[in-house]
């Protein structure tokens, strides 16, 4: 079936990293610095550290004033413009067109996908929250889903290694259910935020607010310090927030061992019966439509949830014939993504006479206060949400939560010195792992290189949708009792998928017959592949997930190259 796929020696390597955004950055630096000779491989175009073509650009310097025209959006944006802020003059040419890779849905899903090297870590919204043990117990005190196969002590030195090279500006707070880390100094807050933070806390005793943690360096690393442009989602010329393009793939390549192959879409993994291991990859070249093999003792699989999910459903052979490792079904099932899009805010009144200098790419967080003991269990939903927001003039809020779009007024109303402060949050909630929630391959249609195309069948269900009822009430809520001024709730449905942080496809788990992966981001029948994307999420928590796929990564990769040294892979 694969004859066309061609192999020669100078094709082999000590490892292969699929994909370069968040996750596979960290692949590629993980072990290239531990001294494997790797070859990452993207399916999308070069980017390197400073070429970021709209970064400088103000909306006067582009055409039609930074707005893509509807009739382009139509033809090639229809789902990626359904965040309504990233298909921008400014942003779209890191987001894929639809007309050149589309896919399908049964029930609605916006996936929202960047191919290029760096990937989506170059547009991420750069929140990071530790999960804790809140989160990785509670499938088995709930009887649901599965168990986590690992507890926060297990992640906890690789969230604190990862955070230090990052830099995640914060504040501690000294939460069990909300995990500090080694932060740099938080940003400043605002007028408006410190008002409505000090009210949360003489007004409430079951909940903060806090500065928002971003991989935002609010000092100067090894990088620069961020410029407070709130351009992040151009790419950042300073290297003010955490990328893989300036971050984690340069330190890869200075290592002089990391062969990195853009343009390489990767087929499927190839597995050895014979050794029970695989052996490598098939790849097509998309400028001229050649096929390659290419081998390595271990492949880390970090092309992203779905993109991860695909390619091991590609994966068939005579002992996978429903996708590698996927001998109990479980691949592209418990789909799960954070629903979110209710939002409140008003008027905070009394600070007329000041202002704030600089855009500033964070705000506020409130974290999950729901279900954390018995005090606050909920009868109609179990888990819970956060809240992400700001404060400023007019709509300046909006600006904190990467989300939320701006308009010509909100832009207006920022060169209005005595204009009105407003203070504004949206509540992002977990979703449970639902085995009806999949991804699947259509049997009938393929892309232009023949790999079928993914069909969604995912939906919020009962206990999502009961959590949306105390979302609008707590919103509404806490900005009445803090103070503000004509308070208006923003309920907006979420579908999944927008808020892309997919999750969950391959997860990780402690008994074969019931997950994909086991402790270390093995899969449990082919131990030199490795998953550390949020395919490999066991639930979803309400926290933005990315650095805790670092923290898998760094822990994984560890692993592997101990194993390989020890001749177990």
């Known amino acids: 079936m694969y004859v066309n796929f061609s192999n020669n020696e100078s094709n082999t390597f000590d490892a292969i990293v699929v994909g370069t955004g968040i996750s596979g950055g960290w692949a590629a630096k993980e072990l290239t610095e531990k001294g494997l000779k790797t070859l990452v491989l993207e399916r999308g175009r070069m980017v390197k550290h400073g070429e970021y073509p709209t970064a400088m650009l103000d909306d006067w310097d582009m055409d039609h004033k930074g707005k893509v025209l509807p009739e382009i959006i139509e033809e090639h944006y229809p789902k990626q413009s359904r965040t309504g802020y990233t298909i921008k003059e400014a942003s779209k040419h890191w987001f894929v067109k639809d007309s ?24 991420w919204g750069r929140q990071c929250y530790r999960l804790s043990d809140l989160d990785f117990e509670a499938n088995l005190k709930e009887g ?13 030195p690789w969230y604190d290694y990862v955070e230090n090279y990052v830099g995640i500006s914060g504040k501690k707070e000294g939460l069990s259910h909300f995990p500090d880390g080694p932060f740099i100094k938080p940003m400043e807050l605002n007028v408006a935020e410190k008002h409505v933070i000090g009210k949360i806390s ?110 091991l459903m590609n994966s068939t052979s005579s002992t996978f014939s429903e996708g590698l490792g996927n001998t109990n079904g479980y691949l592209g099932k418990n789909l799960m993504d954070h ?22 790419p964070g705000g506020t967080y409130i974290p999950r206060f729901r279900n954390i003991d018995q005090k606050s269990k909920m009868k109609d939903f179990v888990r819970g949400y956060g809240f992400q927001g700001g404060g400023g003039r007019g709509a300046e809020w909006q600006l904190n939560v990467k989300e939320m779009t701006y308009g010509r007024q909100g832009k207006e109303d920022l060169f209005k010195p005595g204009g009105p402060w ?10 449970l792992p639902y085995e009806e929630n999949r991804v699947y391959q259509d049997p009938n249609e393929k892309d232009k290189w023949g790999i079928p195309l993914l069909r969604f069948d995912a939906e ?76 490999a999420m066991t639930s979803s928590g309400c926290q933005n997930p990315s650095i805790t796929y670092m923290a898998l990564t760094a822990r994984a990769c560890d692993y592997a190259v101990k194993e390989l040294n020890r001749q177990n892979l």
């Not at 050149?100 to 989506?120: A, I, N, Q, T």
């Not at 629903?339 to 500033?360: M, N, P, Q, T």
């Open 339 to 360: 629903h979110f899009l209710i939002s409140a805010s008003g008027k905070v009144e009394g600070y007329e006479d000041l202002y704030f200098k600089g855009r500033r």
């Open 100 to 123: 050149e890779h589309p896919y399908l849905e049964d029930k609605r899903f916006d996936w929202m996908r960047g191919y290029h090297v760096g990937g989506r870590s170059i547009m």
């Open 460 to 535: 919020w269900k009962e206990n999502e949708l009961n959590m949306r009822k105390d979302m609008r009430e707590q919103a509404v809520e806490m900005l009445e009792r803090a103070g503000l001024k004509d308070v208006k709730l923003n309920d907006r449905m979420s579908y999944p998928g927008l808020g892309i942080h997919e999750m969950g496809t391959a997860r990780m788990g402690r008994d074969p017959k019931t997950s994909i992966l086991n402790k270390h981001n093995q899969i449990h029948d082919v131990p030199n592949v490795f998953v550390t994307d949020g395919a």
């Open 144 to 156: 649901i889903g599965i168990d986590w196969p690992i507890r926060y002590k297990d992640l906890k």
């Open 202 to 311: 003489e007004l409430y005793d079951d909940r903060i607010m806090t500065n928002a943690r971003i991989a935002n360096l609010s000092e100067a690393k090894e990088r620069g310090a961020c410029q407070y442009r709130n351009r992040c989602i151009r790419g950042c010329p300073f290297g003010g927030y955490f990328s893989s393009v300036s971050a984690t793939i340069p330190d890869a390549d200075r290592t002089g061992n990391m062969t990195l192959r853009p343009n390489s879409i990767v087929h499927s993994v190839i597995y050895d019966a014979a050794s029970g291991k695989a052996s490598g990859v098939r790849v097509i070249d998309t400028e001229t439509m050649e096929e390659h093999v290419f081998n390595a003792k271990i492949i880390f699989l970090t092309a992203s949830c779905l993109g991860s999910t695909q390619i």
């Open 422 to 431: 407003t203070y504004g949050m949206m509540a992002f909630g977990e979703c």
